[in-house]
Nanobody, 123 residues
Framework: QVQLVESGGGLVQAGGSLRLACSAS???????????LTWYRQAPGSQRELVAS???????NYADFAKGRFTISRDNAKNTGYLQMNGLRSGDTGVYYC??????????????WGQGTQVTVSS
């Protein structure tokens, strides 16, 4: 079973930075491959929204609010994706989730979700 674990959230002042990580692992220890990875966020009382994505081909995509401030990247050797967030604003507060399409020898390519990491930006 593939697990996605986010980390790097926390409390930061407006204007500050955070780097989120999303690591994929499988309990069997078999080889896995992340085909594509997407970051979403959900603010209290709001719907989940896309922040940024990086498909297998490496072409990145950003929501308008993230352009120029956030950078999505991946380290295939570590099966980990990242979201560097700079110039954080109070409106960026929310739970950040990663979703990844992960290939495993047993299940093939399937989509998985992490449990989320809280980002709180104080003004």
């Amino acid at each position: 079973q593939v697990q996605l674990v986010e980390s790097g959230g926390g409390l930061v002042q407006a204007g500050g930075s955070l780097r989120l990580a999303c690591s994929a692992s499988v309990t069997s220890g078999s080889v896995i491959r992340i085909n594509g990875l997407t970051w979403y966020r959900q603010a209290p009382g709001s719907q989940r929204e896309l922040v940024a994505s990086i498909p297998g081909g490496g072409l990145t995509n950003y929501a308008d609010f993230a352009k120029g401030r956030f950078t999505i990247s991946r380290d295939n050797a570590k099966n980990t994706g990242y979201l560097q967030m700079n110039g954080l604003r109070s409106g960026d507060t929310g739970v950040y989730y990663c979703s990844a399409n992960v290939w495993t020898p047993i299940n093939g390519a399937q989509n998985y979700w992490g449990q989320g990491t809280q980002v709180t930006v104080s003004s």
